[in-house]
């Protein structure tokens, strides 16, 4: 969509010097929208916090949460979280309307709120919500938003530096908003740490109304069916991960990686080429289309480590490759490589790691 | 009933290639394709149309060889093709780019009716950040579906449309009121193989090309590279981590014994987790 993210590095914008106009100079502070949904904060709102804080702290100025729903405990314990993960102050916007998140009262009350406390960074997660929201934000705005970031600093001049894989497999570029303020950025899940949680840490917090009536709110929400037990959706927080790429060569060998995580009580999933091919279903592709992972330990099977594989899964502590060529860019950033080919190593490092286990329990 | 569809001409994501010491992307000679997100909303334009009559226009802001693009998009059964080509939208971010979309479909509106729905992929394969869509229904006032995986129903009477929501928990069923943006999730449909009349009529069907003057563009410094909030400050690509991979390596080539190596190896770098799966295994 962007055609810029496809425009070579040194074309003329790159040094195109731009001003930050006298109106915008007011704008300060650091903002994280907080998703809160069915009752429950979306975890990248808490891993926002913890990259806000170093924003803010490196511009020395203020992190606040956003908090928009209804029911005004439930909003004031959230903003009790925000503040033990970091916030210094939470806005809180209670009202029914607000209930489930639809676009249209979010994009209104985010937008009053930006143009009466007028934050100079505002951050989101690259969320189904999210990604809704922060689009319509920005465009109502004006302003600049760098979706899906992998790294998030702030350069000499106050500026924000969001930098996100672009186009082409090999390439991360660094993104700014000069002249418009606030600068947005989206972030997927699991991209940033989970901070630690500081108890007693407290805030501030603001109260904002605005004036939404359900009559004037086009679409309607008739019903919600939420995801049952969804085994996928826990593939983002699993501590083992097995991968299969193309390496794998048939849709029957994806199997082999299944029986490895098996054995090790993981998770498993595949490149995104497997999804296309249709080999696995789409929730479980690694990678900035896909999942991002942390796990304690990563093996990748027959994967080359595209850029869009790596951002996925550099998270995780122990990253293992398995691939027959020594020149695959994986083995850049695998800890432990070993060039072999996946379909038979899989099997024997699956019956070799049941063994391990099993004599252990005889034993033990 | 009138329905738009954008779709962008993007090239084959693995065909792209880096140049090794420039940093720059090589296109030339990489074939180009319809955005595979947007085929999913051309074909829910084409089941509604065969459904409720009407039209669907497709359209798109791209080079003049985007063309292809739209052609393609003919032989699948849509009515006719608009192509926005002009330089002066050369280097536009997300919102430039949503200005100069929303500017064509007022455009086509006027010549051919205004649209109740307007589909936009989901994201690109290129860009990937999925702005441009609720970019253009702000800009336009229409009611934003995204993560659309079905519409259940329409009514062009009272003007309603029922769909399912892929939101991020679950299933939100929603109901709206038409004029309305949609995208569609990937794997909602799958597009059908025009017939050959289409093929036929698309060879020979004129696209229709406008210029930012025959579209009117009110402020043509809020397009390109001017009118784009973001820059692009630096392309880069990644370092590779200090020490490479530790590679481990047998004399023994068997699976059995990469194996064995391959496990010790793991569990000397990470002893903590060899004691949890020993204790996890022990607890079964
Ligand atoms: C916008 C965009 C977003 C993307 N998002 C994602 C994403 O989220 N996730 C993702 O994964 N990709 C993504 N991609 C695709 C990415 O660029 C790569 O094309 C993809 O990751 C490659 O998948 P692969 O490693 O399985 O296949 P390949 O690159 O084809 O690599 C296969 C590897 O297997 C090795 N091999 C072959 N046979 C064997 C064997 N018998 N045993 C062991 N090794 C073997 C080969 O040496 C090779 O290294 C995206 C691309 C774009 C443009």
Not at chain 1, 289 to 297: A, E, N, S
Not at chain 1, 321 to 348: E, R, S
Not at chain 2, 22 to 51: K, S
Request: proline letters at 5%.
């Amino acid at each position: 969509m962007s055609n810029q993210t496809s425009r070579p590095a040194g074309s003329g914008r790159a040094n195109m010097k731009r001003e930050l106009p006298e109106h915008f100079r007011s704008y300060k502070h650091v903002w994280v929208f907080i998703e809160f949904e069915h009752g429950r904060i979306h975890p990248v709102s808490l891993e926002l916090l913890g990259e806000g804080r170093k924003l803010a702290d490196k511009l020395e100025v203020e992190l606040a949460a956003v908090i928009a729903g209804s029911g005004h405990d439930a909003l004031e314990e959230v903003a009790g979280t925000t503040f033990s993960y970091g916030a210094d102050l939470a806005y809180i916007i209670d009202n029914p309307v607000l209930a489930d998140y639809r676009n249209e009262p979010y994009t209104r009350v985010m937008t009053a709120l930006v143009e009466k406390y007028q934050p100079e960074i505002m951050l989101l997660g690259a969320t189904v919500l999210g990604r809704d929201l922060a689009g319509a934000v920005a465009t109502t705005l004006k302003t600049g938003l760098t979706a899906d970031c992998t790294e998030l600093a702030i350069d000499g001049e106050r500026s924000l530096a969001a930098t996100r894989p672009t186009f082409g497999g090999s390439l991360l570029c660094t993104i700014h908003t000069l002249n418009y303020r606030p600068q947005m950025a989206t972030v997927r899940p699991r991209v940033m740490a989970m901070p630690v949680a500081q108890e007693g840490r407290s805030g501030r917090i603001v109260e904002f109304t605005v004036d939404l009536k359900e009559e004037d709110i086009i679409t309607k929400v008739l019903d919600f069916l939420p995801d049952t037990a969804n085994e996928a959706a826990q593939l983002a927080f699993a501590d083992i991960v097995v991968a299969g790429g193309i390496g794998l060569r048939t849709s029957e060998n994806v199997q082999l990686v299944r029986d490895l995580a098996n054995a090790l009580g993981g998770d498993w999933g595949g490149s995104r080429p497997l999804v296309q091919k249709g080999w696995i279903p789409a929730e479980r592709q690694i990678g900035q289309t896909g999942k991002t992972i942390r796990p304690r330990l990563y093996i990748a099977a027959g994967i080359s480590g595209a850029i869009q594989h790596r951002v996925g899964v550099e998270g995780a502590d122990l990253i293992v490759a398995i691939n027959t060529d020594p020149q695959a860019p994986i083995f850049d950033f695998a800890h432990v490589g070993i060039t072999a080919d996946a379909i038979t190593l899989l099997p024997a490092l699956t019956n070799a790691f049941r063994q391990r286990l099993s004599v252990n329990r005889l034993a033990g | 009933m009138q329905i738009f569809v954008c779709i962008k001409q993007v090239p084959d994501s693995g065909q792209i290639r880096v140049h090794p010491v420039t940093n720059t992307i090589m296109r030339q000679g990489v074939p180009t394709i319809i955005n595979p997100y947007d085929l999913f909303g051309l074909e829910q334009a084409l089941r509604l149309r065969d459904r409720f009559g009407g039209e669907v226009t497709v359209m798109t802001m791209g080079p003049p060889m985007a063309v292809d693009s739209l052609r393609k998009a003919l032989t699948y059964g849509a009515d006719r093709a608009v192509l926005l080509t002009d330089r002066v939208f050369a280097g536009s971010d997300t919102l430039a780019t949503s200005y100069a979309l929303s500017n064509l479909i007022l455009k086509a509106g006027e010549t051919w009716g205004a649209p109740d729905i307007v589909f936009c992929g989901k994201q690109t394969i290129d860009g990937d950040t999925a702005q441009v869509g609720p970019g253009i229904a702000r800009r336009l006032g229409l009611s934003q579906l995204t993560y659309v995986s079905g519409i259940d129903d329409m009514d062009l009477t009272d003007r309603q449309i029922l769909v399912r929501r892929r939101g991020d928990h679950g299933v939100q069923v929603l109901r709206s009121q038409l004029p309305v943006m949609v995208t569609m999730m990937e794997g909602s449909n799958e597009i059908r193989r025009g017939t050959q009349a289409d093929a036929l009529r698309a060879a020979r069907a004129e696209v229709v090309k406008w210029n930012a003057a025959t579209v009117g563009i009110p402020d043509v410094s809020l397009c390109g590279l001017r009118g784009s909030p973001t820059v692009v400050k630096k392309v880069f690509a990644p370092t590779a981590r200090e020490e490479k991979a530790e590679m481990v390596a047998t004399t023994d080539q068997s699976p059995v014994a990469m194996a064995d190596a391959l496990i010790n190896q793991i569990f000397t770098r990470q002893p903590a987790l060899q004691d949890d799966l020993l204790r996890q295994a022990a607890g079964h």
